[in-house]
């Protein structure tokens, strides 16, 4: 019975008779087989072959080796006490640990088919590869069946995906459809190249110490960065009581700028010395009545409210610092007292309670009470903060009753 050809074989075979009576050979080298590199006129036969062309293999693989970094940040003390005026010292330290993960195994290699010369007749060879169970895709010029002609060498290639980075040999099997036989089989086992490492390396930086350099995962892990820093001076009155400060460390990494941060926090208690005060709000009277429509309610208007500080034997009103009062609800505290237009306070010393000492009777716009908050139709108290010359923190409170609310 006459044998049967694919088309692809048969266009295989139509390749081969153009070739015919004369084809020239070229330079061809093998893994360890130089070809003869002599030009040579190489007539066609159509001789049945017996004996399937050698093979040689190489095998090699590839794969990425990918960092993830973690960070922490630690403080102490965690909390502590300073006098207004003077610098808190906080010891930080920032740590940075990594961890890999290995993926994207990839094994690639060259197949080598070298035909014996002339006068073996030509090859027509099909191909296979199997990595270590994985099939492989091959890749032959001109594509599969490939001939392969007399003293030449066919160099193809295969590729494979690979689950993981176990050792792994590469199986390859030719079959030549001229020559009758099993197939001719080569082998090699696969050489793992080092991984392809990304972020390997991340850059770390700190809100309070700026940039603290560049860590790598072939540096001692955990790796350790310490730093001091003064946080302050805290300043009476606006910063007495607990401060928290809030510091934060952060790293990139160097190849995908992978991010990564940590915080830590202290308390800093600022002891002003603060000095208690009589303030009498509306001096004379006892009620204290403040009409929020006297301008104040509307933003527009120009009522104030008096408030006198009293000196008293232990205490010289004389000496607070105009600068530094503030009146409100004693929780934001943000209405100093009126500056005139010749840029003066509105303030002045008299003997507001006539006891024979003078006192401090600072302006207060009702209008900026009302629109910071400090001032509503459910007011009934209104405290002084401020500090004196010297720096000493002063408060005091004194009631009030809306009216004209």
């Known amino acids: 019975m006459p044998r049967k050809y694919s088309l692809q074989v048969v266009s295989a075979l139509f390749a081969l008779a153009v070739l015919g009576c004369e084809q020239t050979v070229t330079d061809v080298v093998a893994p360890s ?3 003869d590199t002599e030009s040579a006129a190489v007539p066609f036969s159509g001789t049945a072959k017996t004996v399937v062309p050698p093979i040689a293999v190489t095998a090699g693989a590839t794969s990425t080796r990918t960092w993830t970094w973690t960070i922490t940040k630690s403080v102490d003390p965690t909390s502590t006490t300073v006098p207004a005026g003077e610098t808190a010292a906080l010891d930080y330290e920032v740590v940075l640990d990594a961890g890999s993960t290995d993926g994207d195994w ?11 010369p002339f ?12 990595v270590g169970g994985v099939v492989a895709a091959v890749t032959c010029p001109g594509g599969l069946p490939a001939p392969v002609l007399p003293g030449l060498t066919l160099v193809c290639t295969y590729v494979a995906s690979l689950p993981d980075g176990d050792p792994r040999t590469t199986t390859v099997a030719v079959v030549d459809l001229f020559a009758p036989g099993p197939p001719v089989v080569g082998t090699a086992d696969v050489a793992f190249l080092p991984p392809t490492e ?14 603290l350099g560049a860590v790598c995962a072939s540096d001692p892990l955990p790796n350790t960065f310490a730093y001091s820093l003064d946080v302050g001076p805290f300043s009476a009155p606006d910063e007495c009581g607990e401060q928290v400060v809030d510091n934060t460390a952060s790293f990139a990494g160097t190849d995908t700028g992978q991010p990564g941060s940590a915080s830590a926090s ?13 303030v009498d709000i509306k001096p004379g009277g006892d009620e204290n009545p403040i009409n929020l429509r006297a301008g104040g309610k509307s933003g527009r208007g120009n009522a104030n409210v008096p408030v006198a500080i009293l000196s008293t034997d232990d205490f010289d009103a004389a000496t607070v610092d105009v600068s530094t009062v503030t009146l409100g609800n004693d929780d934001s505290d943000v209405v100093g007292v009126i500056v005139k237009k010749n840029g003066s306070f509105q303030a002045g010393l008299e003997d507001v309670d006539e006891d024979g000492d003078l ?12 629109s910071s908050g400090d001032l509503n139709e459910l007011s009934v108290e209104l405290c002084l903060n401020g500090a004196t010359l010297d ?8 009631g009030v009753s809306i009216v004209g609310g």
């Open 33 to 35: 087989t130089q070809v």
């Open 198 to 211: 990304v972020d390997e390396c991340v850059d770390v930086s700190d809100t309070g110490a700026g940039a």
């Open 119 to 130: 006068p073996d007749p030509p090859s027509l060879v099909t191909i296979t590869a199997d």
């Open 266 to 278: 202290a308390t800093v208690v600022v002891e002003c010395g603060g000095i208690e005060v009589d």
């Open 106 to 116: 990839e094994a690639s290699g060259e197949i080598f088919i070298t035909a014996a």
């Open 391 to 398: 720096g000493d923190a002063v408060h005091g409170c004194d």
């Open 359 to 370: 006192d401090l009777v600072l302006h207060f716009s009702v209008a900026e009470l009302v």
